[in-house]
């Protein structure tokens, strides 16, 4: 698979809203029709990928998107200290099936911490599942026993 890993642009809204819809609409029933869902999506993502607090990496493989993963970024409130002033949040990081177990993953990763560590962040956070924990352990992640959540009740249906 000769596949390459670049910043997304609004070009790749279209398919990157399809990749969402995969991805969520596997791990449970959807709610809302797919072509409203994607057209909600895609304006969605055409809002604010490039806004200055939300970017995305894609890998590609002959025109076709095969994996994303974004990142936001969370300021910080000012400090006087040499403290960076923002985080950076990981979230919807997928690959397709056919592209998994290859490295794709991993190398789209990579790419991400390094733009990070660039950008001189505090941490990157996010909430791995169990089948994905080893592979951020691989790149450095810790779980940190003291993180906690406030998780509400999914919206209404």
Not at 17 to 28: K, T
Not at 36 to 46: G, L, N, V, Y
Not at 98 to 103: K, L, N, P, V
Not at 113 to 122: D, F, I, K, P, T
Request: one cysteine or more; aromatic letters at 12%; charged letters at 25%.
């Amino acid at each position: 698979m000769a596949y390459q890993i670049r910043h997304a642009s609004r070009d790749d809204v279209a398919q990157l809203a399809q990749l969402r819809y995969d991805f969520r609409s596997n791990l449970s029933a959807p709610i809302e029709d797919e072509p409203d869902f994607i057209e909600r999506c895609r304006s969605w993502m055409t809002e604010r990928l490039g806004d200055g607090r939300w970017y995305c990496w894609v890998a590609e493989d002959g025109g076709q998107l095969i994996g994303n993963v974004w990142i936001q970024l969370v300021e910080k409130i000012p400090t006087p200290t040499d403290e960076p002033e923002e985080h950076a949040y990981l979230t919807n990081f997928f690959v397709v099936e056919a592209a998994r177990g290859r490295g794709v993953g991993s190398r789209m990763l990579s790419q991400v911490l390094e733009w990070s560590a660039r950008r001189q962040v505090h941490a990157v956070f996010l909430w791995p599942t169990i089948r994905t924990r080893a592979m951020y352990e691989r790149h450095g992640f810790l779980a940190d026993g003291d993180a906690m959540q406030l998780l509400f009740a999914p919206r209404a249906q």
